[in-house]
C-alpha cells in the first residue's frame, strides 16, 4: 500500500513501512513542507505545543559534564525511578498499602523503547491488541515472534465502548494472555476509567491475563475532574503491584510536553521490570544521563500540578473549537472524544473524490495542510488480512496539539480546499 524505496537485488534485507505519522510527514516534507514555514498547517501533529503555557517553568538547559557524559544504568537512574514510583504514589495511591518503589519502575529512551522492551519479555501467549488504536503498534506486534497478536474489534456504532463484561468474553474466548491499549485512546480520544477501569483490573486479576496500558495522554482526560485538572491512570486500581499483571507506560513526550528528550518509563511488577532493563540492554541501551538528570525535577508536586492544571487549561478551549468547527464542515464524530488531543471524525460527507482519508490527506497535502489518514490505526501485524480495504477508510485524525492560532489557519485551509474540490 505505501511506497518504498527499493532494496538491493537479492538483499538479505526485508523492507520495514513507515507508519503512521511518520509516513504522512515523510510525504509531506516531499510536497514541500518545512516545519518554519507558517504557509503550512500540521493538523496531524503527533505532539503537543512545547512553549510555556500558564505559570509552569520549563527546562530551558541540559547540564553536560564528565560524570553525565558516563553510560547511565539501562534500567534508569535510579534518583530518577524513585522520583517516578513517588510521582505515582502522591498522584494515584494515597491510602492504598502497597506503594509503588523505584524496583517497579524501567525508565527507557522514549515510548517506542519502552514499548518495545514490554513486547520482548512477552511469552508465548496470544496477545490481544484494539483496533483502531496507535500506528506504531503495527511493527512492534509484528517483529517478535514469541506471542501471537489477536485483534479485537471495537465498533464505531458503539461509540468504541468496550466494557469489563467484554474483556472477559474475549479472554476466555481467544484465550488471551495479555492485551496491550493506549488508554486514553490515540485515535479514538475513547477512555477506560473509574468504576469501569477498576471492574477491568479485577477481570485481569481473576483470568491472570496482562494489561499492558499506555498511559501517555493520561493528562489529556477532558471527562475526569475538570475543576481539579484530573489525570487518568490505572495505578489507582492496582492491589500489588508484584502480584498483578498489570505494566503501565508514560513518558514526557506528551503529558509534561518534551518529546525531545526521549524520556519515558514502565512501571510494572519488579520482575517485569528487571527483564525489560535486560531486554533494553540489547535493543537499545538506555536514555541518556544528561537528559534524566534535568528531568528529576518535573516530578514534583507543586511543578507537575502547574503543568497539568496549564495543559487543560490551553487544551480544553482548543478542543472545543476544533470539533465545533470540524462539524460545521460535515466531519461526524462516534464519540465524545474523551481524551487525548485529537479529533477522530467520518469524512463520509465530504465530496466524492475527498472523502476517504487517503484521498483527502493526498489533496489536503496540496493546500500545505497535513492530517492523518484513519486507516494507519487499522492495525494489521504482518499484513494478514487479504483485504487492505480497512473499515477506518472514510476516517481522519485530526489534532489539535498545535497552538489555536494555527488551528484556525488550519481550518481556513480546510475551508479552501473544500470549496476548491466543490467548485
Request: one cysteine or more; hydrophobic letters at 40%.
Amino acid at each position: 500500500m505505501l511506497s518504498q524505496t527499493p532494496l538491493p537485488p537479492m538483499s538479505i534485507f526485508q523492507p520495514i513501512q513507515k507508519t503512521g505519522v511518520i509516513y504522512v510527514m515523510a510525504e509531506a516534507h516531499k510536497a514541500g513542507y518545512r516545519e518554519d514555514d507558517t504557509a503550512w498547517v500540521n493538523l496531524g501533529q503527533g505532539q503537543p505545543e512545547t512553549s510555556t503555557l500558564g505559570t509552569c517553568p520549563r527546562l530551558t538547559e541540559i547540564v553536560v559534564n564528565d560524570r553525565n557524559a558516563e553510560y547511565a544504568p539501562v534500567a534508569g537512574l535510579w534518583e530518577l525511578r524513585e522520583e517516578i514510583a513517588g510521582f505515582y504514589n502522591r498522584e494515584y495511591r494515597r491510602g492504598l498499602p502497597r506503594p509503588f518503589s523505584a524496583d517497579h519502575v524501567c525508565v527507557a529512551p522514549g515510548g517506542r523503547a519502552a514499548l518495545t522492551r514490554a513486547a520482548a519479555t512477552i511469552g508465548r501467549v496470544n496477545l490481544g491488541h484494539l483496533i483502531p488504536d496507535y500506528t506504531a503498534y503495527e511493527e512492534l506486534l509484528n517483529i517478535f515472534r514469541s506471542f501471537i497478536p489477536i485483534p479485537v474489534l471495537l465498533e464505531p456504532e458503539k461509540g468504541y465502548g468496550f466494557a469489563a463484561a467484554d474483556l472477559e468474553k474475549e479472554i476466555l474466548g481467544r484465550g488471551l494472555g495479555a492485551l496491550l491499549l493506549s488508554n486514553p485512546c490515540n485515535p479514538t480520544g475513547k477512555c477506560v476509567a473509574g468504576e469501569e477501569l477498576e471492574r477491568w483490573l479485577a477481570v485481569a486479576r481473576k483470568s491472570v491475563c496482562a494489561l499492558i496500558f499506555d498511559e501517555f495522554y493520561s493528562m489529556y482526560w477532558w471527562t475526569g475532574d475538570a475543576a481539579n485538572h484530573d489525570s487518568l491512570s490505572a495505578a489507582r486500581y492496582i492491589e500489588d503491584i508484584d502480584k498483578e499483571n498489570v505494566v503501565l507506560i508514560n513518558g514526557l513526550t506528551k503529558g509534561w510536553r518534551y518529546p525531545g528528550l526521549r524520556i519515558a518509563w514502565a512501571i510494572g511488577p519488579q520482575a517485569v521490570c528487571e527483564a525489560m532493563a535486560s531486554a533494553g540492554s540489547f535493543l537499545d541501551g538506555g536514555a541518556t544521563r544528561p537528559l534524566q538528570k534535568a528531568a528529576l525535577p518535573l516530578f514534583a508536586a507543586e511543578r507537575y500540578a502547574q503543568e497539568r492544571a496549564s495543559i487543560q487549561n490551553a487544551f480544553r478551549p482548543k478542543r472545543q473549537y476544533l470539533i465545533a468547527e470540524l462539524k460545521k464542515l460535515g466531519v461526524r464524530f462516534d464519540n465524545d472524544q474523551e481524551g487525548t488531543f485529537y479529533a477522530w471524525g467520518d469524512i463520509s460527507a465530504f465530496p466524492k473524490t475527498i472523502n476517504d482519508g487517503m484521498s483527502f490527506f493526498s489533496e489536503a497535502l496540496r493546500h500545505k495542510l497535513i492530517v492523518v489518514p484513519g486507516e494507519f490505526f487499522d492495525i494489521d501485524p504482518g499484513q494478514r488480512r487479504e483485504s487492505r480495504q480497512s473499515r477506518f477508510r472514510h476516517y481522519v485524525r485530526f489534532s489539535f496539539g498545535a497552538p489555536l492560532a494555527r488551528l484556525q489557519a488550519g481550518i481556513a485551509s480546510l475551508k479552501q480546499l473544500l470549496a476548491a474540490v466543490s467548485a
